[in-house]
């Protein structure tokens, strides 16, 4: 069997992503090993335009963006979108409540009428093309993304957790954010990071999207008896997940 | 077998002598909350706690644990992970839960690797000191206990009774020294406390009697309250994670990065969750909120002691605390669904 | 149980979750979605299993599932399945190849009551779909010793003449004189010259004595309650009738839960199961 | 017939984000020489606006996964200037920890797996495996602890967790700590012997000498990169954090979706030959002999050398954590709970990232939610001097192999290792 070929590919993000790859350490080696890296801007100088597997971080803001990223989904059999910003937009989304006009006045002024400095409603990949595997996370898990690769080497459909983050904060015995007044979005957000923000101290901020099936019901009634209210829920909410407050509005 | 008595400077002493030779775990308190771990000094043990936010049940079925090892050429082998520990504290309803699972891991198909695991580890209980918020074990019957365990302490004023029951226990006794044996009046003293946690241990009052609830609920399949509850479940599992008596799990592979070679490992899964019941082609035999969170109360209260003769809910109150939603009382289910029978 | 107990246990018992190695013999394509599967097992023993119970197919890697053994324990040296794509491992199923390896724990679970109930009965065999693979091991057990049966009857039902399964057995069925078959298609082509409809279609026409007939059922979830009915109309009672049921049996030996059908386990007590036990089992049907 | 030279290099590899070098001659007359930020903007600046105080640090941490916990500190030395918000000392130590921790996965990152193939003559560190193994395995094992001490004291490597307005939401242990120490002391060892290697291979840094204002923060008696006020080696003049604009003066060219900034001169250099040029006096003593090895000087006008200085950083932040970490161990790790309560406020907050100064505003109306934002950061405020170095070297080089210019200009790029995405993600506002 010959190793699948993968390339990686960024559009508007931080590129934390790719950076979790670089951060497998030793385990690069035995990837490396596993597959045939045939293109990472980040890391190579190679090119290739023939590849099997396309990973593909960061959301798409420009019409060229578009036709970029529809040429790699044309070139590549399996498509991966690495990260929130490729999942779910993350908090590029942000962008999408303000006017697009303000929003580039407010950080270009005068000049903000010049062409390079367009910009469209921030999409999801998934938005634009047909995405075969979504990565979820800010920024992505090591783990998962191992774990991911290697289901797709030997053909293996990879399962993302479908359940949400108070199953591993629970496993990992910490204390509820709840019970220190804050905002968690943990029993709505899809687990897979290990709960690491609240075995961190901190609250969920919804990094990996939402749950298939959240109940925005019991979230409201939630904020109730914490004192809290379903608008402190939805701003925290926006913070990734500007689509879902929306929706929910 | 004998019980003797010992004051906390010679218990401490003992807990020390026991670190220094095997692996000892506790309940302690690490940051603002109570949980078992390993102790590194007795100073660390509180024997006061009221609530470790994970039963013990973790060191007997862990989160996650690796059952077998697989080469993709054909070839499976066990991989066992006993894990040899004196575990101090262990409060009578999680006792009762210990006991549970070691019935319903052995029972029909013995499952080895808990065994293993289990018969690994001498489990020091304690009688409560300290009553937890939501507590309801003197309603299940599971306030006391008097078996299950290798030795059981008991705070009776300055002094702990130690009452030594199987050879495992006897044999962790060594760094005792001489210890006078409990008096007569020592054993009155310990049967009142006991009586006295029965009606402690009960910050929720459960009104119908325990041995009533499989009948209870055999009656009240469509009752309403399912639909109310589940209506704010958030499907998170949190009531399954915490408890004593849960031991569903899912099993997983995982690969090596050779892709040829990898284990295969069960982790701790949960019935409220949205696809505990899903099966291949995504049919979803329980996929109502309200189904999942029925079958958890039935499976406490009718499908574990019809199939045990004991309770499955050991009253500990861990899925009150840890549901957010705070809909996950069972006292207050199983009160509601006795309302206007008997 | 008290820990002195469990003390005295041997610890040399079988790890239940350790598969035993089997090898495949024999691969072949019986529609898109379904492949069928024969395997001898490594240590030269036999499967061991009656009618109506699985095994858990171990793929190292990809993971395990539950499938029912669809030969009958009459046929010796090897055991079959057939098994449809529908998740990774059967996914992986699907690519395996004459002297691939795979692991094997079981056989698992109730069976049809091929020694028991049904002796010296009539027997009314309901298949929808992939129903059909269980509960062809019943069959073919029946056809085998078919002297110590009554009458036989095979109903089957697919969604279309292309997902039909064992259509060179079905034509061997047809044209024995000592069974009778009858099938249905939910949509037929035009290749297609038989019945169309539902396969409870195929039941009121049908003349048997529903007291002396055991009816063995096994299809989709949504077919039950509807072939329960028919059945109910033909005054058959519930004590004769058996389902066989689907479900996500993960452990295979009563642990996990994920199989459970309110307080039954579908991988214990199940999944073949007298209707009569399961009238009072909402979560059943 | 006229000869046309042109160089086109459509996003130079080994750099975080996208930039371009275009390049024109015909026959030796230089037409068009410009570097080009052609990364999508993100307009993180307009994007806080509306959030909550609380979620500051989150957000903006999200412009640059090289160099977050940079971003979450600044951030959040803004908003506590912002809302009145005192650190303690233990928080102060803890956080500069921290951002040491960012220091070394940078720039051994950098060095170590961007840099290093141009001086060996690879195309990426996957090429340097067979020959160079032994030192690739020892960039990793030094990255590895970087990322494990970021891990231990920030919760993860890039996005921090623990970082939050007031102070951490979880502390480490006095046992983490003495662990982390044992773990540093080790990486000494692998940073000396990383030098050797670089050393070994450092006559393939070009030799380009360009005059430029280096700027970088000044902090008494310190090689510092958390705590100071805005220094220049064009001036003595020390300008506090809150007056930052006064020195950045940005403005926006045609090939650039990143502001460009100047101050005294047409542009100025950030980054850690700046930090070097302006505080090498400061360094500890196991850096200052790693500077002398490679003849490093106080003002060097090579930017090569800047990834020299970067190795030399990496030794300097693992020699003053051991002090940290000592002096934290010594008073014992206290528990503090951050408290804060959000109010009306504008303020500044600086710190140097690993690629250069950068500076963070932000304005508060009295629950805490933002009305405005100003970021600027070094990569931007590099563009302009890459611009003028490549005005300044392409001269000299013409007359060689167009392979040869090419790499030359993307390594002079690569220098300065830019943050391509962080640099279109700042904004500029107005504050009344």
């Not at chain 3, 599967?37 to 023993?45: I, M, N, R």
Request: net charge negative; hydrophobic share 40%.
């Amino acid at each position: 069997m010959s190793k699948p070929r993968v390339a990686i590919f960024d559009f508007a993000c931080c590129e934390g992503c790719q950076l979790q790859i670089v951060n497998m350490e030793e385990e690069i080696l035995d990837l490396i090993n596993l597959v045939d890296v045939v293109e990472w801007r980040e890391a190579m100088s190679e090119q290739n335009t023939e590849y099997d597997i396309a990973l593909v971080e960061g959301s798409i803001t420009r019409p060229e963006d578009e036709e970029r990223i529809k040429e790699i989904r044309g070139r590549a059999k399996i498509l991966v979108a690495l990260g929130a910003c490729a999942v779910i937009g993350g908090v590029n989304k942000l962008k999408n409540r303000f006017d697009l006009e303000d929003v580039r006045r407010y950080v270009y002024h005068d000049d903000a009428d010049m062409p390079h400095l367009q910009t469209a409603q921030t999409k999801a990949l998934h938005e634009v093309v047909d995405v075969d595997y979504k990565i979820p996370g800010c920024p992505i898990d090591r783990k998962e993304f191992s774990y991911v690769v290697k289901c797709l080497a030997v053909g293996k459909k990879p399962e993302i957790p479908s359940y949400s983050v108070c199953v591993e904060c629970k496993m990992k015995e910490n204390v509820c954010r709840f019970e220190y007044n804050e905002v968690c979005l943990g029993p709505i957000t899809r687990a897979g990071c290990g709960a690491r923000c609240p075995s961190n101290g901190f609250w969920c901020f919804g990094c990996r999207g939402l749950v298939d099936d959240p109940n925005v019901n019991a979230a409201k009634d939630v904020m109730e008896k914490y004192g809290k209210t379903i608008d402190d829920l939805k701003h925290r909410l926006a913070l990734f997940n500007t689509d879902e407050e929306r929706a929910h509005a | 077998m004998s019980i003797k008595k010992l004051d906390q400077a010679a218990l401490d002493r003992w807990v020390d002598g026991l670190i220094e030779r095997k692996k000892v775990v506790g309940a302690a308190q690490r940051g603002d909350h109570f949980s078992f771990g390993e102790l590194t000094s007795a100073s660390e043990l509180r024997l006061d706690y009221d609530m470790s936010i994970l039963p013990p049940k973790k060191y007997f079925l862990p989160p996650t644990e690796d059952l077998i090892s697989f080469r993709r050429d054909g070839g499976f082998e066990s991989i066992f992970e006993e894990d040899p520990m004196v575990l101090l504290g262990v409060h009578p309803y999680d006792m009762f839960a210990i006991s549970q699972l070691d019935t319903l891991f052995s029972e029909d198909n013995d499952d080895i690797h808990y065994r293993k695991r289990r018969e690994a580890i001498t489990i020091v209980a304690s009688d409560v000191q300290t009553a937890s918020e939501d507590v309801f074990a003197g309603c299940m019957g599971t306030a006391t206990i008097d078996h299950g365990f290798d030795i059981l302490l008991t705070k009776i004023g300055d002094q702990y009774l130690v009452d030594i029951r199987t050879e495992k226990g006897q044999a962790i006794t060594m760094g005792f020294g001489e210890m006078p044996d409990a008096t007569d009046d020592d054993l009155d003293q310990r049967e009142r406390l006991w009586a006295e946690n029965q009606k402690v241990l009960r910050k929720h009052e459960l009104r119908p009697a325990v041995g009533y609830l499989p009948k209870l609920l055999g009656e009240s399949y469509d009752h309403p309250i399912w639909e109310e509850k589940a209506e704010l479940c958030f499907s998170c599992g949190s009531c399954n994670l915490v408890c004593p008596t849960c031991y569903c799990f899912d099993v997983q592979d995982e690969l090596n990065w050779d892709v040829t070679s990898g284990h295969r490992y069960r982790i701790w899964d949960g019935c409220m969750l949205a696809n505990f019941a899903i099966v291949a082609g995504d049919h979803n035999f329980r996929a109502a909120k309200s189904e999942r969170f029925r079958h958890r109360y039935f499976r406490k209260g009718k499908y574990i002691p019809e199939k045990i003769g004991q309770t499955g809910c050991v009253g500990c109150g861990r899925c009150v605390s840890a549901c957010v939603a705070k809909i996950a009382n069972p006292v207050e289910i199983y009160n509601r669904i006795a309302e206007g029978k008997e | 149980m008290s820990t002195a107990t469990v003390a005295q246990m041997d610890l040399a018992q079988k790890d239940i979750y350790l598969p035993d190695l089997a090898t495949v013999t024999k691969v072949a394509s019986m529609t898109e979605m379904e492949m069928f599967l024969e395997f001898t097992l490594d240590s030269g023993q036999e499967l061991g299993h009656e009618p109506g119970q699985f095994v858990e197919v171990s793929i190292p890697g990809i993971g395990e599932a539950p499938i029912s053994v669809s030969s009958s324990p009459t046929q010796k040296g090897m055991f079959q399945l057939v098994v449809r794509n529908a998740g990774n491992v059967t996914n992986a199923m699907h690519q395996l190849q004459p002297g691939d390896k795979v692991g094997i724990r079981g056989p698992f679970g109730t069976c049809f009551p091929v020694e028991e109930a049904m002796k010296g009965k009539d027997i009314l065999f309901i298949c929808g779909g992939i129903g059909l693979v269980p509960v062809r091991s019943a069959i073919d057990y029946v056809l085998s010793n078919r002297s110590q049966y009554g009458d036989v009857t095979i109903l089957f039902g697919a969604k279309s003449p292309a997902e039909r399964l064992f259509t060179d057995e079905i034509e061997v069925w047809k044209a024995r004189d000592d069974a009778s078959f009858y099938e249905t298609v939910d949509r037929a082509d035009e290749t297609w010259k038989g019945n169309v409809g539902v396969i409870t279609r195929l039941i009121p026409p049908l003349k048997f004595d529903p007291l002396n007939t055991i009816c063995l059922v096994c299809g989709p979830p949504v077919m039950y309650k509807y072939v329960v009915l028919e059945l109910w109309w033909k005054r058959v009672p519930n004590e004769s009738i058996y389902v066989s049921l689907e479900r996500r049996m993960k452990c295979g030996v009563g642990k996990c839960g994920h199989c459970q059908i309110n307080g039954l386990y579908a991988c214990q007590d199940g999944p073949v199961f007298k209707f009569a036990d399961i009238i009072e089992v909402p979560e059943a049907l | 017939m006229p000869s046309t030279m042109e160089i086109n290099v459509h996003h130079v590899t080994r750099v975080e984000g996208h930039g371009n070098i275009a390049i024109r001659a015909t026959d030796g007359t230089i037409e068009k020489v410009e570097w080009q930020v052609p990364e999508a903007p993100r307009f993180f600046e307009a994007m806080v606006r509306g959030r909550s105080y609380e979620d500051i640090q989150t957000i903006v941490s999200r412009i640059c996964g090289i160099c977050s916990i940079t971003h979450s500190l600044a951030s959040l030395k803004a908003v506590e200037n912002a809302l009145d918000i005192e650190v303690s000392e233990q928080t102060d130590k803890l956080r500069i920890l921290t951002h040491y921790s960012e220091q070394l996965q940078s720039h051994s990152l950098h060095v170590g797996y961007l840099v290093s193939p141009d001086l060996v003559g690879k195309k990426s560190v996957v090429g340097m495996l067979g020959e160079f193994g032994d030192a690739v395995k020892t960039v990793i094992r030094i990255h590895r602890v970087a990322n494990e001490w970021s891990d231990l004291l920030a919760g993860r490597t890039t996005h921090p967790v623990r970082l939050k307005p007031g102070g951490f939401s979880k502390l480490p242990t006095e046992g983490e700590l003495r662990e982390l120490k044992g773990m540093l002391e080790k990486g000494v060892d692998d940073l000396k012997a990383l030098a050797e290697v670089v050393l070994s291979v450092a006559d393939a840094l070009p030799d380009f000498q360009r005059e430029t204002e280096y700027i970088a923060l000044i902090h008494p008696g310190v090689y510092t990169f958390y705590h100071g006020s805005i220094g220049s080696t064009d001036t003595a003049e020390l300008v506090p954090i809150s007056e930052f604009e006064r020195v950045v003066n940005e403005y926006v060219v045609p090939q650039s979706t990143a502001k460009w900034t100047k101050w005294h001169r047409d542009a100025y250099a950030v980054g850690a030959l700046a930090r070097f040029n302006v505080n090498a006096e400061h360094l500890l003593p196991l850096a200052k002999a790693t500077a002398a090895k490679f003849g490093l000087e106080k003002g060097n006008t090579n930017p090569y050398m800047n990834n020299v200085a970067q190795l030399v950083e990496c030794v300097h932040v693992v020699e003053a954590s051991l002090q940290i970490i000592d002096e934290l161990l010594t008073d014992g790790i206290k528990p503090e709970v951050p408290k804060v309560s959000p109010k009306a406020g504008e303020g500044a907050g600086c710190v140097e990232a690993p690629r250069g100064i950068l500076f963070h505003r932000y304005a508060f109306e009295k629950n805490g939610i933002c009305t405005g934002a100003n970021i600027s950061i070094p990569t931007n405020q590099n563009h302009g001097n890459i611009q003028k170095d490549f005005e300044a070297l392409v001269p000299q080089i013409m007359d060689r192999d167009q392979d040869e210019i090419r790499l030359l200009l993307e390594m002079l790029v690569r220098s300065y290792d830019p943050c391509i995405s962080c640099s279109t993600h700042y904004l500029d506002v107005k504050f009344i």
